[in-house]
T-cell receptor
Framework: DVKVTQSSRYLVKRTGEKVFLECVQD?????MFWYRQDPGLGLRLIYF???????EKGDIPEGYSVSREKKERFSLILESASTNQTSMYLC????????????????FGPGTRLTVL | AQSVTQLGSHVSVSEGALVLLRCNYS??????LFWYVQYPNQGLQLLLK??????LVKGINGFEAEFKKSETSFHLTKPSAHMSDAAEYFC?????????????FGKGTRLTVNP
């Protein structure tokens, strides 16, 4: 079974703090993703990475950065947390399916509910 | 550009009744379509995936979805709802960008099952 783990289920931080959210996958997937989920807005892509040290901005990258130093680990960084970054953060990973040409399934972690006070 | 519209942010059914969750997509290329389910306080779990092999796709927990190109739809159904089906359901369309396959999600439909 694919397993995607996230370092914390719940996190409370103060405005201005630097916040690290960690994600680890155990299936040797090339692709990793960070989303935020807000009621009524669904999932929105923050950043993704298709290889070690490679990253691409998603739809809402402002206020966030990422790091991928090892294939299995993808970190989301909030340089200076703000109250509007209170949200559920979901990490996902997927394999690059070069044979079928299809979009492969993304496997999700349990999420980190971040509250910024 | 790819987009997904889920009609109805909230659907309520009685236990044993038909479940129908609607999803319409917009895609400039042949779509890869997904339904995910999210139970309370959990991440997303794949229900089923359409990759053009067959228009009727069967998934886990008795769910299925039918791809209709003419209607650009991929509605999710289950003949008989169970209390354990109460969750939020997300439709998504896949596409490639920057060497990676990405997903665009709908805003979700929360399913309530009444006893």
């Amino acid at each position: 079974d694919v397993k995607v783990t996230q370092s914390s289920r719940y996190l409370v931080k103060r405005t201005g703090e630097k916040v690290f959210l960690e994600c680890v996958q155990d299936m040797d997937h090339e692709n990793m993703f960070w989303y935020r989920q807000d009621p009524g807005l669904g999932l929105r892509l923050i950043y993704f990475s298709y290889d070690v040290k490679m990253k691409e901005k998603g739809d809402i990258p402002e206020g966030y950065s990422v790091s991928r130093e090892k294939k299995e680990r993808f970190s989301l960084i909030l340089e200076s947390a703000s109250t509007n970054q209170t949200s559920m953060y979901l990490c996902a990973s997927s394999l690059v399916d070069g044979t079928s040409g299809s979009t492969d399934t993304q496997y999700f972690g349990p999420g980190t509910r971040l509250t910024v006070l | 550009a790819q987009s997904v519209t889920q009609l109805g942010s909230h659907v309520s059914v009685s236990e044993g009744a038909l479940v129908l969750l609607r999803c319409n997509y917009s895609s400039s290329v042949p779509p890869y379509l997904f339904w995910y389910v999210q139970y309370p306080n959990q991440g997303l779990q794949l229900l089923l995936k359409y990759t053009s092999a067959a228009t009727l796709v069967k998934g886990i927990n008795g769910f299925e979805a039918e791809f209709k190109k003419s209607e650009t739809s991929f509605h999710l159904t289950k003949p008989s709802a169970h209390m354990s089906d109460a969750a939020e359901y997300f439709c998504a369309v896949g596409y490639s960008q920057g060497g990676s396959e990405k997903l665009v999600f709908g805003k979700g439909t929360r399913l309530t099952v009444n006893p």
